[in-house]
């Protein structure tokens, strides 16, 4: 009889056990939505640097920098190093490899997070392309404590110019790349992210008033190994005057979150300037912190 009991009783416990592991992996929860959230502003942050210091090398290809200085937006905490080095005409068909050094103590950017490490950024110098990618690489690069490995494809193409718009630029990024969270959480996003400028591109001496327009989808995979799919549902919006609030730039758009079957939502808000957004699942809706 005590035999039978402590079957039973390990049984119950075995079941216990594997409805919370399949509860954590069917459920999407706050904490995990504020880790889809937080990563989100890392790749914004991310696309901002890697186009920029791209777009300065054809803007001026011996110092590497923009003929518009309220356009380089990285701080002066940022050491950036180039091959050729600067100073070095380039000729079409050159490969170039840019370093972008943001030290190891911490480095305010404009949007109001903090980097630290480098991002490593290769390309082929050709001025007269419509396309160019751009191969990026972290090197013991951290977001806001959240450390980054990977390395992957930018792509920027302009778009065909017609007699009411200039041409543009799309700015694809490809991503497969792992975050490391302070408690030692490792998350592994691959997928497509995709921006375009909507607003501001034809005053570039002006910066705040740039506003883009982001799609894309990708894959997360969790700590648990489980695979959960985001899908931008409503098109995310990122305005440059949040710089001046040192806010999180994402400020609207819906990202649909689906894990098993089971589908969350975060919403980015109605425009305003601040760091929240909001998380709903299974009819209950929360306000999660993002950014600093």
């Not at 903090?114 to 990026?136: L, S």
């Not at 959480?185 to 034809?202: A, P």
């Not at 910066?207 to 327009?213: E, H, M, R, S």
Request: glycine share 8%; with cysteine.
């Amino acid at each position: 009889m005590k035999t039978t009991k402590w079957i039973l009783s390990a049984l119950v416990v075995s079941f216990l056990v594997s409805c919370n592991r399949e509860d954590k992996e069917i459920f999407i929860t706050a904490e995990e939505a504020t880790v889809n959230a937080k990563m989100d502003i890392a790749n914004n942050d991310v696309t901002d640097i890697v186009e920029l210091e791209e777009k300065n090398t054809y803007d001026n290809s011996l110092s590497g920098r923009t003929t518009e200085p309220i356009l380089d937006a990285l701080p002066s905490c940022t050491t950036v190093t180039r091959v050729p080095a600067f100073g070095i005409p380039i000729t079409p068909g050159t490969q170039v490899t840019k370093t972008i050094d943001f030290g190891t103590t911490g480095c305010l950017l404009a949007s109001g997070n903090v980097v630290k490490g480098r991002i490593i950024i290769t390309f082929v110098y050709n001025p007269g392309a419509t396309t160019h990618t751009i191969n990026y690489a972290f090197d013991n690069f951290y977001h806001n404590s959240i450390k980054f490995v990977g390395n992957k494809t930018f792509t920027r193409t302009m778009t065909t110019a017609t007699a009411t718009m200039p041409s543009l630029p799309i700015v694809t990024m490809n991503m497969d790349m792992t975050a490391t969270f302070p408690n030692g959480n490792s998350y592994q996003r691959v997928g497509q992210r995709i921006r375009e400028i909507v607003e501001g591109y034809t005053t570039p001496g002006i910066l705040a008033d740039n506003v883009y327009k982001v799609t894309g989808s990708w894959t997360t995979s969790f700590p648990n190994t489980t695979l959960q799919t985001s899908t931008i549902t409503s098109p995310l919006y990122v305005k440059m005057s949040c710089m001046a609030a040192n806010k999180p730039l994402i400020v609207s758009g819906v990202i649909s979150i689906v894990r098993n079957g089971n589908t969350g939502t975060l919403d980015y808000g109605d425009g305003t300037c601040d760091n929240t957004a909001l998380f709903t699942f299974n009819g209950n809706t929360y306000t999660i912190i993002i950014g600093n």
